[in-house]
């Protein structure tokens, strides 16, 4: 499976993908990263919080920003360099994130792609920022 080589891309090209949220999926991200923060995993801790109930972790957003980079665009054999972040809005349960990347730049002598990356739940951002990667070449 290869994705797209950096000769096959274009300034403005986008991809997204869409998910929804579960309990289940925030407590499987909590066993994998390691985060087992209770404002995530603890609805009595998260009532007590500015938020009210619990939230997704803001790095699970960003793991669907990845997946979309590592799946779509550029796609499986790009490497990520590089990934600024800023968390706008909390995730909350049965939330559907639509996480976007889009080309805004592309550095033919270093072979990088320079990505918009977003995170929106029913139109507002929740999540935005930055990405760099590289994309395998095509053979000389």
Same mark, same amino acid.
């Given at each position: 499976?290869?994705?797209?080589?950096?000769?096959?891309?274009?300034?403005?090209?986008?991809?997204?993908?869409?998910?929804?949220?579960?309990?289940?999926?925030?407590?499987?991200?909590?066993? @994998?990263?390691?985060?087992?923060?209770?404002?995530?995993?603890?609805?009595?801790?998260?009532?007590?919080? @500015?938020?009210?109930?619990?939230?997704?972790?803001?790095?699970?957003?960003?793991?669907?920003?990845?997946?979309?980079?590592?799946?779509?665009?550029?796609?499986?054999?790009?490497?990520?360099?590089?990934?600024?972040?800023?968390?706008?809005?909390?995730?909350?349960?049965?939330?559907? /994130?639509?996480?976007?990347?889009?080309? =805004?730049?592309?550095?033919?002598?270093?072979?990088?792609?320079?990505? =918009?990356? /977003?995170?929106?739940?029913?139109?507002? /951002? @929740?999540?935005?920022?930055?990405? /760099?990667?590289?994309?395998? =070449?095509?053979?000389?």
């Amino acid at each position: 499976m290869m994705g797209l080589f950096f000769e096959d891309l274009t300034v403005g090209q986008s991809a997204e993908m869409t998910r929804t949220v579960t309990v289940e999926v925030i407590e499987a991200f909590a066993e @994998v990263s390691g985060d087992a923060n209770p404002l995530h995993l603890d609805h009595e801790f998260a009532r007590t919080t @500015v938020f009210g109930e619990r939230i997704a972790h803001g790095m699970l957003a960003a793991a669907y920003v990845s997946a979309v980079l590592g799946m779509q665009l550029p796609g499986p054999g790009a490497v990520y360099v590089t990934q600024s972040l800023r968390f706008r809005r909390p995730v909350k349960i049965g939330d559907e /994130v639509t996480a976007r990347v889009t080309v =805004r730049e592309l550095d033919d002598r270093h072979g990088r792609a320079t990505l =918009r990356t /977003v995170c929106e739940v029913g139109g507002k /951002v @929740v999540m935005d920022g930055e990405a /760099v990667v590289m994309p395998p =070449r095509k053979a000389a």
